[in-house]
């Protein structure tokens, strides 16, 4: 398995100096998360300064965007860094996409079908495959005269990817994208019984094989010697994935454990503004199934040994807090890089 660094909102002097530390502790390549920051320029500039590491986004928000921009975006990228970037998109939430972007959210799923095969579409023409003639229920893309084509180069398999966390959007993904980005908050019950079956359902549509789409799979790792050094990440993760569960489409990821009514508890005491009392409904119980937590040796054993089969990328989601309060962790941090990918 690669493994990742996740991060963002980085300047581009910032972006460039961490991407030379991760490449010499031994990462596989650093996930670009858009939040408040586009992440290219991030990206470009991590690039510019590395020779090995892989970029990604992940994700990257598809519907304020066109096709063909985000197609644009990608070719470059893909070619000034040598193959080395893959594009990860998502669908974002109604509200940022009509309060903030001020574009429809309509059908999310099968708009970002539509999405991705005019996103290849759009590859395919600026390979010189074909013209671009592409005519689907969103988007129609017909006009791509020579002298507005990109240029040409050689890293030509452009790699695209969907955030997918429900059964339409799994599916969809097993249609059309090349890998899937699980949800930070994840159970491997969640992976094995849900993700999964409905990645082959669509794989299935389109005769490809499940095992051909890349998983890339964000971990709330939790590495420290004593409980003392793990409790600041610890009390992260607990915060975060209380603020994740409180959305009821993710309900049924606690249910499905036996954790009833958890979304419930958690919804109602977002609105009431409780945030303390939110991250306390999260119970170690379930911090066993969403978290990977152990001593800084132990770490990559245990991950190798929940995502050995399943996963394509690992991405911590929590190295770069662990960084910020010590900086001395990167190396130890580079340790479980380098033993998760040679195992």
Known sequence: MDFDFMTGNLSWSESADLAQRLQQNGFSGMLFTETSQVPW????????ATDELQFSTGIAVAFPRSPMVSAQVAWELAGNTQGRFRLGLGSQVRGHVVRRYGVPFDKPARRMKDYVEAFKACIRAFRGDERLQYEGEYYRLNYLPRTWSPPAHAYTDVKVDIAAVGPYMC??????????????????KYIKERLLPELTIGAKRRERRVSDIDLIVPV?????????ERAQLLARARSQIAFYGSTPNYAFQFDDLGFDGTTEKLNELMRAGDIVGMAEI?????????????????????????????????????????????????????????????Q
Do not use: C, Q
């Open 41 to 48: 320029m991030m990206i470009s500039a991590a690039a510019m």
């Open 220 to 228: 709330f790792v939790i590495p420290g010697d004593s409980p003392e």
């Open 171 to 188: 599916r969809v993904a097993g249609e059309v994208a090349d890998g899937v980005h699980v949800h930070p908050m994840h159970s491997t």
């Open 282 to 342: 999260i119970t170690d119980e379930m911090l066993d199934h969403f978290t990977v937590s152990g001593r800084w040796d132990d770490v990559a054993d245990l991950l190798t040994t929940r995502y050995r089969d399943v996963a394509s990328r690992l991405v911590t989601y929590l190295a770069g807090e662990s960084i910020r309060s010590e900086p001395s962790n990167l190396s130890k941090w580079g340790e479980i890089a380098t033993a998760v990918r040679g």
